[in-house]
Every structure is written in structure tokens, then in C-alpha cells.
């Protein structure tokens, strides 16, 4: 559930599930399998993953800023 400090800012539609939002496992979700089955191919294709670490670990970062904004209850900024 969202709950956003600055109540005039929209609270997001979640429209599907291959998000980090629904991220439990269940039959309709595989987003981070297929995440995973891509980087697995990339490597055997010697390809790019279809997300790089690079852009995976901006996901991670704010992932964990808002476990600290939450357990510290204040607002944190994540920057780029």
C-alpha cells in the first residue's frame, strides 16, 4: 500500500504484475524469473541483459532507501 507523505502527489496505478511492487511468487508472477532467465541467456549469447546491473542496482537502491526512510520516519532522497 502506498502512503506518501506529500498527500497532492498522485498514488500510483499498478496496471500489472511484473513489478517489484507484487514481487511475492505466485502462478501469475514471473517477473523476476524471467529477469533471471534473461541474464542466463545473455551470458550464453553473449549478449546485453535485457536490464543492466547497472540499472538493476538503482531499483536495489531505492528498494533500501525506503526501508530506512521507514524505519528512521523521515524522508530520504535517492540520487543519480
Known amino acids: 500500500m502506498w502512503d506518501l507523505k506529500d498527500k497532492s502527489i ?3 496505478e499498478i496496471t ?4 517489484g511492487v507484487n ?3 505466485n502462478e501469475t508472477n514471473f517477473g523476476h524469473i ?3 532467465e534473461d541474464m542466463a541467456m545473455a551470458i550464453i549469447e553473449d549478449r546485453p541483459p535485457m536490464i543492466s546491473g547497472e540499472e538493476a ?4 537502491d531505492i528498494i533500501l532507501a525506503s526501508c530506512k526512510s521507514s524505519d528512521e520516519k523521515r524522508e ?3 540520487e543519480y
Open 10 to 12: 498522485p498514488v500510483p
Open 16 to 19: 500489472n504484475s511484473m513489478g
Open 23 to 25: 514481487c511475492q511468487y
Open 34 to 36: 524471467y529477469l533471471v
Open 57 to 60: 542496482r538503482k531499483a536495489v
Open 76 to 78: 530520504l532522497k535517492v
